[in-house]
């Protein structure tokens, strides 16, 4: 079988070796054991190193014999969205939930899937889920400051007063503010454009962008 091209960098080169070395190992116990457990772990490498046709496959081929495994359910979402059907995706997220209500990772995605698809208020409510579920989860308790709180310019914010304005509620305005820096104001800006109009494309791409950022910093270098 053939394998990603490891991608140039040291790092990146040492884990795509890894990676395949991971994924040889798993097919080898598959092989052996067809009615094994090892579908799911297999099909989770398949998804992280690009190959998320192979990954829904193998897991409706696995879940065709264990239909209860969670697991699996949530690999197949994970990868039914990288392979761009964001409805199928949640379609298996939401046999999860009926069946495990308190299933924070499935909450999670399902936030994820609603929150680039446009739809926030339906984003907030599972992100909301994720918070009460692992308060240590601490990119939700993010996302959940973000989409909650858009109303509400932070009493910190050099913007405030003109936030509060919708006239510099714009694409044009919100993009000055990701140029400069002032993430969290840009944030704002485009949750408050999908408010209005969730099939807003570029607010999303930029929401997606300023959130990204917002990550990154709360990580660290």
Known sequence: MAYAVPRAGGDEVAEDIATASSIRRYEERLSKDPGSLAFAPLADLYRKAGRPREAVKLCRD??????AYGTARLILAKSLADDGDSDGALAEVQLIL?????DAPAHRLAGELHRRAGRLAEALSHVRQVVALDPTD???????????????????????RLLAEETFVTHSFGGVCLAQ??????????????RKDPGDTRARERLDEALRI???RRKGP
Do not use: H, N, Y
């Not at 009926?98 to 308190?102: I, K, M, N, T």
């Not at 939700?140 to 109303?151: P, Y």
């Not at 820096?181 to 999908?194: K, S």
């Open 181 to 194: 820096g002032l993430v969290d104001e840009a944030a704002q800006i485009f949750v408050r454009l999908l």
């Open 138 to 160: 601490r990119e939700s308790r993010m996302m959940l400051e973000v989409l909650g709180s858009a109303d509400a310019p932070s009493e910190g914010s050099a913007l405030r």
């Open 62 to 67: 696995g879940l065709a014999r264990f239909p």
């Open 98 to 102: 009926d069946a495990s209500p308190a």
């Open 214 to 216: 917002k990550t990154q």
